[in-house]
């Protein structure tokens, strides 16, 4: 039972680390504009996918980015 338990977790966290997020969710994520959001996106600094027309961040790639983002104080 146990095992099964941490497996289906595993497949939880598994898809929520794949998950494709939509650039108006990664600004509020960031707590910032759209503006800011797109021009970080448009630059290279978060990651992001196309597909058609539409931008997406996968979740893994923006916790990623958000790491690299801390200040040494």
Not at 32 to 54: D, H, M
Request: charged share 40%; proline share 3%.
């Amino acid at each position: 039972m146990k095992d099964t338990l941490f497996a289906v977790q595993k497949d939880r966290e598994e898809a929520h680390e794949n998950r494709l997020l939509r650039v108006p969710d990664v600004a509020e994520r960031l707590s910032l504009g759209l503006t800011k959001t797109w021009e970080l996106i448009n630059r290279g600094e978060i990651p992001s996918i196309q597909i058609g027309r539409c931008r997406r961040v996968r979740e893994r790639d923006l916790e990623a980015w958000i790491d690299e983002q801390e200040v040494d104080r």
